[in-house]
């Protein structure tokens, strides 16, 4: 029922800034934390951003100053504006809620962010 489309894929230099969106289809949107997710290769996949319904947001320690997470409830679509950014943030970057996620429901096929000189 659920549907995740990710967008916003990119090649960009270190220190660069590249911005991810997430649009939402066949669900109520705006009462439930979305959250961004990526994996890289060899890794695992980790949480690094969630948005509560009220705005609340948490950050990987990783992460923690140069992403900004946000949502558009109007849009049913959610954004990672990222900052500064790093090889070691080369990822596909997936987004879900955490209540979808933890039943392995609704993935999307993610977008692939590639930091390199």
């Known amino acids: 029922q659920v549907q995740l489309v990710e967008s916003g894929a990119g090649l960009v230099p270190p220190g660069g800034s590249l911005r991810l969106s997430c649009a939402a289809s066949?669900?109520?949107?705006?009462?439930?934390?979305m959250g961004w997710y990526r994996q890289a290769p060899g890794k695992q996949r980790e949480l690094v951003a969630s948005?509560?319904?009220?705005?609340?947001?948490n950050y990987a320690d990783s992460v923690k100053g140069r992403f900004t997470i946000s949502r558009d409830n109007a849009k049913n679509t959610v954004y990672l504006q990222m900052a500064n950014l790093k090889p070691e943030d080369t990822a596909v970057y997936y987004c879900?809620?955490?209540?979808?996620?933890?039943?392995?429901?609704?993935w999307g096929q993610g977008t692939q962010v590639t930091v390199s000189s």
């Open positions: 948005i509560t319904s009220s705005g609340s947001t």
């Open positions: 066949g669900s109520t949107f705006s009462i439930y934390t």
């Open positions: 879900n809620s955490p209540i979808w996620a933890t039943q392995g429901k609704y």
